[in-house]
């Protein structure tokens, strides 16, 4: 069986979903069921002292024994939140230790600050964490991360938030080429057609959130993104065939023609 | 009469000695959380040991959906 491995873990899906931004939890579970995802990003918050305590939570909506949880640093700016963020994650967790770092550099573009986000991976890895790390799709830092420790290297294929999809195929080729970690697509991604190109290119899997829950149909959406990655996958292992630049080859024979 | 931090806002607490005792007033007590008093996690395991005073910083923290 083809198995996405991560830290020494496998997983069926290759579709990697977040859960923000959804109208309710009842259509996160149903967009993420539909999704075939078993990972999930989630947040970490302070939560809302005086509000009503018996709320459903989102780890009502989805148990950690159903999914493996990914706790993210989304919102942090520096290292030491990071790190911070994802001791309070780990401990939330009860010890669970693959978490998402992502350090970003402002709030208008939400680009990795990949400074911040290679001092604070160093710690992370040391402190016994399974790093997956959000970075650019610069393949000299992709490798720099992948040679700290990190457990797998997500670059973005174009802003957070932005469904522009993947704006330098070159750049995350490299990146396929020389790591030996799983290379995650995370953040730019806005259609199938753009998680198609990102498997098709040889990424082990995809990570996505705006493109599932700010679709009309977000349901419908995770449906059609699952059968993009695995169709992705599928071009990917059976090699596609070379393009013929002005050199045009019939499907059908060429003897038998009627009228020759 | 002590007043605490926590998530950055001050709030006062009477009859609190110890941070179980404070998630219990909060209505937080079995609820999945995590946290930080002055800047240090403290374990759910040291939870019943850990003494809250006047002044003390806390963050009380929860997963939320995000990507």
């Known amino acids: ?260 | 009469m002590i007043t605490l931090h926590i998530n950055g806002q001050p709030r006062q607490f009477t009859g609190v000695m110890n941070l179980v005792e404070l998630l219990a007033s909060l209505e937080l007590v079995g609820k999945r959380i995590a946290v930080e008093k002055n800047g240090e996690i403290v374990p759910k395991s040291q939870h019943p040991t850990t003494p809250i005073s006047d002044g003390d910083q806390l963050e009380i923290v929860v997963a939320v959906g995000g990507g």
């Open chain 1, 1 to 260: 069986m083809d198995k996405l491995v991560i830290a020494g873990r496998s997983y069926a899906s290759r579709l990697l979903v977040g859960t923000g931004k959804y109208q309710d939890f009842a259509q996160t579970r149903a967009a993420i069921d539909a999704s075939g995802a078993e990972i999930v990003t989630v947040a970490i918050r302070r939560t809302n002292i005086g509000q009503d305590p018996n709320q459903p939570s989102l780890l009502d909506a989805l148990p950690p024994s159903q999914f493996t949880y990914l706790p993210n640093t989304a919102g942090c700016y520096t290292a030491d939140d990071a790190i911070r963020t994802l001791r309070l994650a780990r401990e939330l967790l009860d010890g669970h230790d693959l978490v998402k770092l992502e350090v970003l550099g402002d709030p208008q573009s939400l680009y990795p600050n990949v400074v911040e986000t290679l001092k604070a991976a160093e710690v992370l890895v040391k402190d016994g964490f399974k790093v997956m790390v959000y970075t650019s799709d610069d393949p000299i830092i992709a490798k720099q991360l992948e040679d700290i420790g990190c457990v797998a290297v997500m670059p973005l294929a174009s802003l957070i938030g932005s469904g522009m999809g993947i704006l330098n195929p070159w750049n995350l080729q490299i990146i396929i080429d020389r790591l030996n970690v799983p290379v995650i697509v995370d953040a730019g991604v806005g259609t199938a057609s753009d998680a198609a190109i990102a498997m098709e290119l040889g990424c082990d899997a995809v990570l996505m959130n705006t493109a599932i829950a700010g679709a009309k149909d977000p349901i419908l959406m995770a449906s059609a993104m699952k059968k993009a990655v695995e169709a992705g996958r599928e071009a990917y292992l059976a090699g596609r065939m070379p393009k013929k630049v002005y050199q045009a080859s019939p499907s059908s024979p060429t003897a038998g023609i009627i009228g020759t």
